[in-house]
């Protein structure tokens, strides 16, 4: 059973655009949630995270929301840029789990120029 | 900098070859994990220490071994290599009781097992 769910495989955006991931849960102890970018031929790397006591997260050009009573998240990314072309990960964990994280599947997002 | 290194990019073993993956990080994180990343399969856990000599099994660990013998050292083994265990494998690690900015990757192993 997948308690971390991201339904689009891929996702295409115009350079410039807002690309918009989403990411759903089932279980509703996970209260972090991590946004992972990763290239072809490396790990995965941290991008941005929010805890569930806020709505909100902002850093630069990425913006993680969070809605606990829908159990959904979505990174937005504007303006998108060519080097924001990788898979992203959606994971998320609960206090009492020892913070082990719980994956989704990834999206891969394709900037086209 | 936080620092994850697993000992080889790539890898090209036979089958039934007993294959050691290393992974080492500098960081004195007590959470080591080894995953496994297949296209459309996101990244699967295999097994995971939380200390010394300790390892728990994740998701999918048949065929997989791993030992943990020095805190900064988790080594992932597949005792007898079959052509479904081509795959990207990456190491991870966490201090634990936090997770401000989750886990630390390596920059992954690209098994082909012919």
């Known amino acids: 059973d997948q308690q971390v769910k991201q339904n689009s495989p891929s996702l295409s955006v115009q350079e410039g655009r807002i690309s918009i991931l989403n990411c759903d849960y089932t279980n509703s102890m996970f209260d972090y949630f991590l946004w992972y970018k990763k290239y072809p031929a490396e790990g995965p790397t941290f991008l941005i995270s929010?805890?569930?006591i806020k709505d909100k997260n902002e850093d630069g050009r990425f913006t993680v929301f969070l809605n606990k009573s829908a159990k959904h998240l979505s990174l937005h990314i504007v303006p998108s840029q060519p080097g924001d072309s990788a898979v992203y990960f959606c994971?998320?964990?609960?206090?009492?789990?020892?913070?082990?994280?719980?994956w989704g599947a990834g999206t891969k997002l394709i900037i086209k120029p | 900098d936080v620092k994850v290194t697993q000992s080889s990019r790539y890898l090209v073993k036979r089958t039934g070859e007993k294959v050691f993956l290393e992974c080492v990080q500098d960081m004195d994180h007590e959470n080591m994990f080894w995953y496994r990343q297949d296209p459309g399969l996101g990244l699967r856990l295999i097994y995971f220490?939380?200390?010394?000599?300790?390892?728990e099994k994740g998701d999918i660990p048949e065929g997989y071994s791993v030992s943990r013998e020095k805190k900064e050292r988790f080594s992932l083994i597949l005792e007898s290599a079959s052509t479904n265990q081509t795959s990207m494998y990456l190491c991870?690690?966490?201090?634990?009781?936090?997770?401000?900015?989750?886990?630390?990757f390596g920059s992954g192993t690209r098994l082909t097992v012919v």
């Open positions: 220490s939380y200390d010394v000599k300790m390892k």
């Open positions: 994971a998320a964990s609960a206090t009492d789990s020892n913070y082990q994280l719980i």
């Open positions: 991870a690690s966490s201090p634990l009781g936090k997770l401000n900015y989750g886990y630390t």
């Open positions: 929010i805890s569930s």
